[in-house]
Every structure is written in C-alpha cells, then in structure tokens.
C-alpha cells in the first residue's frame, strides 16, 4: 500500500485542518505517514496544498502522483486533477461548484449539503470532506471518530455529534457513489509516532534543559515559539517575544550568562539581524543555540517556501574569527537528537551552536514506532552554589589547558563574573596589549575547536557499500535523497548516498571519502541554486562533485526530480 | 557595613580628566554601599560609549555588550535570574539611538531593570557627533550647520509609555544623585534615571557651568504619582532644568506576571533530565 491524497484549497478554507486530521487519523490506525505543505504568504485566498502519503511501510518523501485530491476549490481540481494517477480519483464539491465536472475520476460529493443535512454547520463541510476520503480508502472510519471526540470534545457535545454525523455521512457517500474505487488499504498494525521538524526541534530544545527562548515572529521559525510557549508553564520555560530579532539574541546571550539553557531561531533575513549578536557570543564566550529556518531569498524572497539557500552565509557570517558548529538534520528522529546536541556542544564549550533547517523539514509529517531518545543527553557544565563559591578565586577568561574556563552562574559566589565584548584579560577587563590578544584568540579559537572537531561525526552512510554512483545531500533532504538511491537501485544502478547534517567543522576525512574517490559517478544534490554545500565541501576537502542537481523554485525535491536531474547532468 | 571601596579595583579609567564619568561612578559604588548591595550580588550590564565602561572600573558581575543592546541582555539576564539586581549603563547615544526600540520595549515590559542613562548631549567615544539629545542647532564637525532634528525628550518619551519610575539626576550634584539612584533601585518596575554629564571635551556648549545655572532640584511638594502634571514638567528645558523624581506609578513588574518565574528565579529551578524525557514521550503518544 503507498497512496497519496492531497488536499486543496484557498487558506482560510481549513484545508490543514483536514490534512493533520487525515494524517493523524493514519497515523494513530497504524500507517507510516509523510506530509509536506505548500503554503502562500497570506491569510486568506491564493492557493495552498497539504499532501499525504500512506503506507504500510516507512515513507520518506513526497511523490507527484495523487491517488486522491480534495479538492475544497476549483483551482485545486485545475492544479491537482492532472497529477492523479490512472486509478486515482478527484473529490470536490459538487453543490457550491457552478459547473458540473464530466468524468469517472471526478466525483461531486455535496460536502455542505451533508454537513447541514441532520442540523450541522456549514463550516463542517470539511468534516465531510475528510470523511469521505477515508471513505474511498476503503479504511476504518473509528479512529477519525475518535479523533473528533477528542479534538472538538472542549466544544460541547453538539460540536461533537455535528461532527460525527458530518463524518459519518462523506464516509457512507463516498463508499456508495464511488464503486470504482479500488484502494486496498494493508492491514493496520500498531499506533505510530508523528511529528514534524518544528517540532522536534522544539523538543530537542526542552530535552536539554533549555529555560529561556527569545525570538521575533519569522516563517518557518515561528513554530518553535509557539511550541514551546505551549509547553512553556508544564517544563517551566520563558519564552520571550522580542521587539526584534537583535533584542531576540541579546536577551539569550543574557539569559545564558546568567546561567540558564538559552535559545533563539529565526529565519535568514532575522538571522542577518541577529549577526552582530553571533559575534557577541563569540568574544564574551556565552553558550547559545540558534536555530535558522533558511526560506528563498535574497531578501524576503518566497517567504513560506523551501530552499537551502543561507548555508554559506550561516557557516561564514559574523565579524571576527571564531569557532562555532553547525548542524542540519534530515529527519525529526535527527532534529530532536541534534537539537539536543546543540545545547551540549553549546554549553561544553562556550560557543554559538546552529540547528539549521528549513520549510521543508519545519512542516514535514514523519511516523516512527517509537522515538529513539538512546542519542539525548544532559550534563550541567556551569559553576553553580556551593562548587563555584568554595573556588579561592575565579576569573571569568582565566587561561586553560582546553581554553575552556568553568563559566561560573553570577551570584552564586562571593566572585564576580565578568564578560566582556572587548579584548580583555582573564579577568574580562579591557586591555589592548598585542601579547594578550594573541593568548585569549589560541585559547577561544585554537584550543576549542581542536577540540570540537574530534565531537563531529562523518555523514551517514546509505544504500550499496561498494557504490557506483553516490547521491549526496545534506539538511533536509535526507528523506529523498534516500529513495532516490532505492530508485535507482530497483533500477539495477549500484548507487548509495552520504547525507551530511554535520556540516562545520567539517567531518574528519574518512571512509565518506573513499566511497566518493571509488564511485564512477557522485551527485550533489542541494535545494539551492549555487550548489553551496559543494563549495563548502571543496573548501574543506578539496573534493570537486562530477554532477551537481540543484532546485530553486522554491519547491522540495521529489524522487522524480532527482532522478530527472541526474539524467540531465549526465547528458 | 559596605563602603565604597569595597568596589573598588585595580583598574585604571580611560575617560578625560574632569569627566563627568568619574562622579557617576563614585556615586555608583557609594549607592551600592549604602544599600548593602554587595559586588557579587550585582550585576551591571553596559554597551558600547564611554558610559560603557563603567562597570569595568568597579568590581560588580558585569555583561559589557553591543553598542545599543544593553536592555535585551539585561531583560535576559533578569528574566533568567530575577533575584539578582540589574542595573544597565549606557549611554545618550547608546540607549537613545542605537538602541531606541528597546527603550520603548523595555518600558512596555517594565521589567525591574535600572537603567543609568550617561546623557552627555553629545557623541564622546567617535569624538564629537551630535547625539539624539544635542541641542537643535549644535554645530560639530559632522553637523556643520548646525543640528537640524529635534532633541529627544527621554522623559517625555517614558512618561507617554507610562514607565514606572522616571527621574533626572546631575553629575555636579552628586548627593541628590545618589538619593535618586538609591530610590531608583527601591522602585519596583523599570527604572529610567537620566544622568546630565558634561563632557568635558567634545560638548563646549552644555558644561558644568551651563548645567549649574540652569539644573534645580525638584520641590519636595511635587507630585510624581501625577501623569499629566509629570508630563508637563519632563518639558520644561532651556533656562530651568527640574532634576528629581518626575514620574513614578506602581504598575506590576513583568517578572510578576510571568507564571513561570512567579516563585523561583529561573536559575534556580531543577532540571530533571529523565523525567522531562519520558514526559515528552508520553505527550506525543497522547495527540
């Protein structure tokens, strides 16, 4: 079973709605879902989609053909209708659209007709809609029972029974005005874990203790805010709106250095604010995490789509030489263990840790058995109560074997803690002599990131072990990039990826590089249009890619596109 | 009993001779002192300026920062520890330009920050500039025929946000400024203490002798808890200048209305590694 449905429609029509309600409803009667949305910058009207794709088995991408559509407007039927399968079959609502609809895959259901049928509101149309798509899956209908009860039993039970019937009714007419509907659904087995990017970030980020969150509103970050002010009173979180994105980082950097977890995300044109900030962290030693959801550029750009585009901007911005480490997960599982990392990483060695991402993953739907929490660890490394005041004497930048000085919690001892945006002496006051400049940069460069260089691991490896051709990504990707190489197995290529979500300091050379000098053909495959992980690659290994397959329409990757690319590189 | 130099430290300062500078920071220490705040249980947050620096001429936990930020850092730092007094230092241009919106937020939050305002009218550290609070019509080297924008008001500024404390204080009288810093830190919300400073160098035109004619501490009979009346004192400028509590209301501190921060300090709450984990799991099974 590998079906997809996709729901249409103009924002403000609930069309998410349905799609969480349908995915979770997958989810909880046992299926392996993978979501992904297209959404406009507005509030109402334009066009948007949610697409869902089911099976039995681990799905990790979205494909471009639809078993059903939807379709809550007629722009979606115009759009989607062309992209259904041979067995697939279009819904839309046959009494609000003017124009009846010829042929079999198009069925008119009266979403709103049935909704008010038995006393419903109109606005459960929707209901109907999701109803009926179950319908002709030919599944279960309890656990979107369930659902309801759940979701709308704050409302009062009228909202809850209109529902139900609204349900009930798209579910029945779809089973009997769609007898050509030939979907067969695989047994369900048990209940799986969903969650998003957004997600995951957001509980990678309480997983390692973070207490204090600032940020300005900025798509696709937004949604790491509102989880965790969700989640805020039950962890015992602040979380801070800031009057904008420079106050965003500075308020962190002072929450940390009074000796809490802190964090800030925003989005490249935020991050471009946040810059100076970075720097900040850098010289006064301060541990934060900054999580940047990267969207199409330059500027603003395509505010509410995809693209890999601020990479070489994140690893290089900042005035001054400093260390710093970058992560880009491919998957919830690896956000919610990379975010936890950042903190570690963060905290162990006094620097800014980056958790970069992007739409894609931000509101991409994965379904696991379980959530592996082996990988998340916390240890406190501050100096705090009675250990930092027994200390004889403490002096915020004293020099050390590691360059890293126990950063001691302001207060807690009778020492005082000094931080300082100048150069400065161990004691963190100002100095300008040439011999301390050079000591303080061997101890807050040099010495840490020799040190955390030996933390970063290679990228994963996956597919063929002796490959031919090697696809390569990092970030978001994963997922695709991973069935492009079952593709092209299936095919009869001997192919494999390494999916980088490590990227600075750059992984040791290792086995990655052999794969990659053994292959007869490698790919860079980058949702940019400059292909900057390669760039960053050269830099770092002098390794130059034979093929790159860059997208930079604002849209993910599918497996199609992949393949297509790497046909058109190689002719 | 503290003293004075209990804060002090062997650190040289790098203002002018006869910088205005010099009597804020004794004042400082001498508030300090007889508040029974000691070093450790301070901490002072700066920018950039010759304000800025103050805090490394004293001993006190210190966060010297960006030219501007001040305030986010010390909201942060407050946020995160609120049992921890927070004073910032900055300076006309620092707070009044650079850093302008985080005043107005700073004062909407009224978070329990002191802020120390160094108003010098004038740009010391680049030499010479006008700053928001130049008089109209100065001329220095980069406005050679003179300012042309209006001189910001900052008490006025604050009152129409309803800050919670606003005063004015002089550094040629350093006895009443120490009664205004003291009160400042008394105040329960944020706190905007503007400091007159002459610079010594760059500012030919607002110096002691110009501020002496002119600054009169405020008549005891002076109502602060008035918005209207402190309104309409904050504009009184040119040939009297009012030093004293202006403005002051009884609004409750962010710090109060944060639930989460409402008994303990953030700093001083737990993390139960374990716990939060399985939590977190379970929360996900529940949806």
């Known amino acids: 079973m590998d079906y997809t449905v996709k729901i249409g429609g103009e924002a403000g029509q609930g069309l998410v709605t349905v799609g969480e309600i349908l995915s979770r409803v997958f989810a909880t009667a046992g299926y392996h879902v993978f979501s992904h949305q297209d959404y406009e910058s507005r509030v109402r009207g334009g066009h948007n989609f949610y697409q869902i794709r089911v099976s039995e088995t681990p799905v990790s991408s979205s494909l471009e053909k639809i078993d059903i559509v939807v379709a809550l407007d007629r722009a979606s039927i115009e759009l989607h209708g062309p992209e259904l399968t041979d067995e697939g079959f279009l819904i839309y609502d046959s009494e609000t659209l003017e124009e009846k609809l010829k042929g079999s895959r198009y069925i008119g259901v009266p979403f709103k007709k049935l909704a008010t049928k038995d006393g419903g509101s109109p606005v459960m149309a929707n209901t109907v809609a999701t109803g009926a798509a179950l319908g002709m899956l030919g599944m279960d209908i309890a656990p979107l029972l369930d659902l309801i009860e759940k979701r709308f039993r704050k409302k009062g039970d009228a909202i809850v029974e209109g529902n139900v019937k609204a349900a009930r009714a798209g579910y029945g007419y779809a089973k009997e005005h769609c007898p050509e509907c030939r979907f067969l659904p695989a047994p369900p087995v048990s209940a799986k874990v969903m969650l998003t990017g957004i997600e995951a970030i957001s509980l990678g980020a309480i997983s390692a203790g973070l207490k204090f969150y600032s940020a300005y509103p900025m798509t696709p970050s937004t949604g790491i805010m509102n989880n965790l002010s969700a989640m805020a009173e039950k962890y015992g979180i602040v979380v801070e709106q800031a009057e904008d994105e420079i106050a965003a980082i500075n308020m962190a950097l002072g929450a940390s250095f009074a000796g809490v977890r802190a964090m800030t995300g925003t989005s490249g044109g935020g991050f471009a604010l946040m810059v100076e900030g970075l720097s900040l962290a850098a010289i006064t030693e301060t541990p934060i995490v900054i999580a940047e959801g990267q969207r199409p550029g330059p500027a603003t750009g395509f505010p509410t789509r995809t693209e890999q585009g601020d990479l070489l901007f994140i690893l290089h911005t900042g005035h001054g030489e400093f260390p710093r480490v970058v992560f880009a997960p491919g998957t919830p599982q690896e956000a919610l263990n990379l975010t936890n990392r950042a903190f570690e990483l963060a905290e162990k060695y006094q620097i800014p840790v980056f958790v970069v991402f992007d739409q894609y993953l931000a509101d991409c739907q994965w379904t696991y058995e379980s959530l592996s929490t082996e990988e998340l660890v916390y240890k406190d490394y501050r100096l705090r109560g009675d250990a930092f005041a027994s200390q004889k004497e403490y002096k915020r930048y004293a020099y050390t074997e590691s360059g890293v000085t126990p950063l001691g919690v302001p207060g807690d001892a009778p020492h005082v803690v000094v931080a300082d945006i100048d150069e400065h002496d161990e004691e963190g006051h100002i100095v300008e002599d040439a011999e301390t400049r050079i000591r303080m940069t061997d101890k807050r460069l040099f010495k840490k990131l020799a040190a955390i260089r030996e933390e970063i691991r290679p990228p994963l490896r996956y597919g063929s072990e002796s490959p031919d051709t090697v696809l390569v990504g990092w970030g978001s990707t994963y997922g695709v990039i991973k069935e492009a190489v079952d593709a092209l197995n299936e095919r009869g290529d001997n192919a494999a990826m390494l999916h980088f979500s490590e990227l600075y300091p750059f992984p040791a050379r290792g086995g990655y590089m052999k794969v990659l000098e053994d292959a007869k053909r490698t790919v860079c495959i980058e949702n940019n249009a400059t292909g900057q992980f390669a760039r960053h690659m050269s830099a770092e290994t002098g390794y130059e890619f034979a093929l790159n397959v860059n997208r930079y329409d604002g849209r993910p990757f599918t497996v199609d596109y992949i393949l297509r690319g790497i046909e058109d590189a190689v002719s | ?287």
Not at chain 2, 100 to 127: E, P, S
Not at chain 2, 129 to 154: D, H, I, R, Y
Request: with cysteine; hydrophobic share 35%.
């Open chain 2, 1 to 287: 009993m503290l003293s004075p130099d209990d804060y002090t430290i062997e650190q040289k300062p790098a203002w002018c001779p006869g910088c205005g500078n010099f009597s804020i920071l004794r004042t400082v220490k001498e508030s300090l002192a007889e508040l029974e705040i000691p070093p450790h249980k301070v901490l002072l947050v700066s920018g950039i300026g010759q304000s800025s620096k103050l805090p490394h001429y004293m001993k006190c936990n210190t966060f010297n920062g960006l030219h501007g930020r001040t305030l986010p850092v010390a909201t942060g730092a407050r946020l995160a520890n609120h049992g921890l007094p927070v004073i910032a230092i900055a300076g006309d241009g620092d707070c009044y330009g650079e850093g302008g919106n985080h005043l107005i937020h700073a004062i909407r939050r009224n978070i329990n920050i002191k802020l120390f305002v160094h108003d010098n009218q004038i740009y010391g550290l680049t030499k010479g500039q006008a700053s928001p609070t130049s008089g109209e019509g100065m001329v220095t080297k980069v406005q050679p025929f003179g300012v042309f924008s209006e001189q910001l008001n900052p008490l006025a500024l604050a009152i129409a946000l309803d800050a919670g404390f606003v005063a004015r204080g002089f550094a040629g009288d350093t006895e009443f400024l120490k009664e205004l810093m003291k009160e400042a830190m008394g105040h329960k919300g944020f706190s905007l203490l503007d400091i007159l400073q002459p610079c010594v160098t760059f500012n030919k035109l607002n110096t002691f002798k110009w501020y002496r004619e002119r600054v009169y501490r405020i008549e005891p009979e002076y109502n602060p808890e008035d918005r209207s009346g402190a309104f309409t004192r904050s504009l009184e400028w040119g040939a009297r200048i009012p030093t004293g509590v202006i403005y002051r209301n009884s609004r409750p501190t962010l710090e109060e209305r944060v639930p989460i921060i409402k008994d303990t300090p953030l700093v001083r709450q737990d993390f139960d590694f374990k716990a939060t984990v399985e939590g977190l799991l379970t929360g996900l099974y529940k949806t």
